[in-house]
């Protein structure tokens, strides 16, 4: 069966921005002799980290980077975790360090994220790159907002004058989120768990992004009529009609009714999920231009 033209295919999305970073590398080495390199640190063993860095570390190798992984035991102590972080700083065949969260109690992520230079810092999580995505300046852009506003200007084209909401205020998706779409020129309302009015806030908006990591709670008939949908959250829940013990995956809209409704709108899985991974590969190229004088658009 086709698939409605009002869903956006994230997969297929991801998977144009990957050949371009495959045909970046190429460049890259070709006229520059540059191999970008991402190295990914993952501490302890929590299972859905170890899936999606085996994930980054697969799809780093397909795009021709070069690829190193560090696998550190759960009890690592912060400042062996810092020294790794300072020598791949120091290392000139890494171009981005991505330090996999979440990390264990003990140790304290805002330190070793500040540790991270801040050009290598693909996930753009460092508070010089925050501050330069606040100020219009050139920072690392976190992965998950770049692939929804990749989206969003690819299905809509020009954003300026649209009403957004962002529902979540996060650090890693709500707010760079809403300061991407600022940048865009939309008129931007970021939602979180004290907005009054929810419902009402969001059937006024052209542009709906949903972040917070509740099953469907932003419900379809709040979606204006035209509106673009990106629902960021992924949530498992129960499926008994799929079998005993089953789950599901969905996000935080709810898909059937919002899609008959809108003009274009993410799946959940499917949707800004791929494009998080392809994201942190077009970054990581970025991160390695820069630090070689190379301008990102040439390559
Ligand atoms: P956080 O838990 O850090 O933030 C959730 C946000 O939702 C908070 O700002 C919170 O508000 C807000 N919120 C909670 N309840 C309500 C409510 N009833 N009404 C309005 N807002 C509410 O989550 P993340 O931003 O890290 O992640 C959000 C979702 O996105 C999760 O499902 C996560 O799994 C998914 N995700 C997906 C990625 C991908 O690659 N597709 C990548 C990253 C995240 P307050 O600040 O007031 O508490």
């Given at each position: 069966m086709d698939t409605p033209s009002n869903i956006i295919d994230g997969k297929a999305f991801a998977a144009r921005v990957r050949a371009d970073v495959a045909k970046s590398v190429v460049t890259l080495k070709a006229d520059h002799g540059v191999?970008?390199?991402?190295?990914?640190?993952?501490?302890?063993?929590?299972?859905?980290s170890q899936v999606y860095v085996r994930n980054k570390v697969k799809q780093t190798a397909e795009v021709g980077m070069h690829s190193i992984h560090h696998e550190l035991p759960a009890e690592t102590a912060q400042e062996a975790l810092v020294t790794k972080v300072r020598e791949l700083n120091a290392d000139p065949a890494i171009h981005g360090i991505l330090v996999q969260l979440p990390l264990p109690a003990h140790i304290d992520e805002a330190a070793v994220i500040e540790t991270?230079?801040?050009e290598k810092d693909v996930d753009g999580f460092h508070v010089v790159n925050t501050g330069l995505l606040a100020t219009g300046g050139?920072?690392?852009?976190?992965c998950t907002p770049l692939g929804c506003i990749m989206m969003l200007k690819d299905c809509l084209g020009d954003l300026s004058g649209k009403k957004a909401i962002v529902v979540g205020r996060s650090n890693i998706v709500g707010k760079p989120m809403a300061q991407l779409l600022?940048?865009?020129n939309c008129t931007v309302t970021i939602a979180h768990s004290r907005t009054r009015d929810l419902a009402g806030e969001v059937r006024a908006a052209d542009i709906v992004v949903a972040a917070v990591g509740r099953p469907e709670m932003v419900k379809g008939d709040?979606?204006?009529?035209?509106a673009a949908v990106i629902d960021v959250g992924i949530n498992r829940i129960?499926?008994?009609?799929?079998g005993e013990g089953k789950t599901r995956l969905v996000g935080d809209v709810e898909f059937e009714t919002?899609?008959?409704h809108a003009a274009a709108i993410t799946p959940v899985p499917g949707g800004v999920g791929p494009m998080t991974i392809?994201?942190?590969?077009?970054?990581?190229?970025?991160?390695a231009c820069r630090q070689n004088n190379i301008d990102p658009d040439s390559v």
């Open positions: 191999t970008p390199g991402l190295a990914v640190v993952v501490v302890g063993e929590d299972p859905a991270i230079a801040p050139r920072g690392m852009v976190p600022l940048d865009a709040w979606i204006k009529n035209g129960d499926a008994p009609e799929r919002a899609a008959k392809a994201c942190l590969l077009k970054n990581t190229v970025t991160a």
